[in-house]
T-cell receptor, first 112, second 112 residues
Framework: GESVGLHLPTLSVQEGDNSIINCAYS??????FIWYKQESGKGPQFIID?????DKRQGQRVTVLLNKTVKHLSLQIAATQPGDSAVYFC???????????FGTGTRLQVTL | KAGVTQTPRYLIKTRGQQVTLSCSPI?????VSWYQQTPGQGLQFLFE???????NKGNFPGRFSGRQFSNSRSEMNVSTLELGDSALYLC???????????FGQGTRLTVV
């Protein structure tokens, strides 16, 4: 498959454990944040988003936490499954502009 | 509902040639953005088109250009290809009210 990042930080977790992926963003004016999952050979796939007026949002097995004070975003995946193995990117956006600024990505490896 | 469609999936070009990539957004989406993804630089914003007008532009040389048609389909062109242009080129479309960007599978361009 295609490589999306040869030198990405890697998080290795056992199947069934919880995963926490962190992201530091740069623009204090950013008001919308998204987590994407990218599997080999595919484009980024939307996981969950959060607006700056919130500090937590939950989806199915995923939770995003936003700490605007330290400009930090995290993605928590509960009961991690082999199908969760992928590269995860955070992205930020400011105002109504469509331009997304992406983080460097984290590779999640799920071991059996 | 069909997703974002990019063609072709793979391309091999020679240095100095030019290339055109195509993107069909999700029906009803008028915003189309292009990104370049490389192992070294990650995901970088190229430009965004909305209603046939370039609304935002990233920090890429003028060899990279794009356009959008009245049906919201978009093309990007790279002229005088360089080896460093080898990358996965991703297109994303967004709904009129903003919200998350939906990505296509990408076009893998290899310049030899």
């Amino acid at each position: 498959g295609e490589s999306v990042g040869l030198h990405l930080p890697t998080l290795s977790v056992q199947e069934g454990d919880n995963s926490i992926i962190n992201c530091a963003y740069s623009n204090s004016a950013s008001d919308y944040f998204i987590w994407y999952k990218q599997e080999s050979g595919k484009g980024p796939q939307f996981i969950i988003d959060i607006r700056s007026n919130m500090d937590k949002r939950q989806g199915q097995r995923v939770t995003v936490l936003l700490n605007k004070t330290v400009k930090h975003l995290s993605l928590q995946i509960a009961a991690t499954q082999p199908g969760d193995s992928a590269v995860y990117f955070c992205a930020e956006r400011t105002g109504t502009a469509s331009k997304l600024t992406f983080g460097t990505g984290t590779r999640l490896q799920v071991t059996l | 509902k069909a997703g974002v469609t990019q063609t072709p999936r793979y391309l091999i070009k020679t240095r100095g040639q030019q290339v055109t990539l195509s993107c069909s957004p999700i029906s009803g989406h008028r915003s189309v953005s292009w990104y370049q993804q490389t192992p070294g630089q990650g995901l970088q914003f190229l430009f965004e088109y909305f209603s046939e007008t370039q609304r935002n532009k990233g920090n890429f040389p003028g060899r990279f250009s794009g356009r959008q048609f009245s049906n919201s389909r978009s093309e990007m062109n790279v002229s005088t290809l360089e080896l460093g242009d080898s990358a996965l080129y991703l297109c994303a479309s967004s709904p009129p009210w903003g919200g998350e960007a939906f990505f296509g599978q990408g076009t893998r361009l290899t310049v030899v």
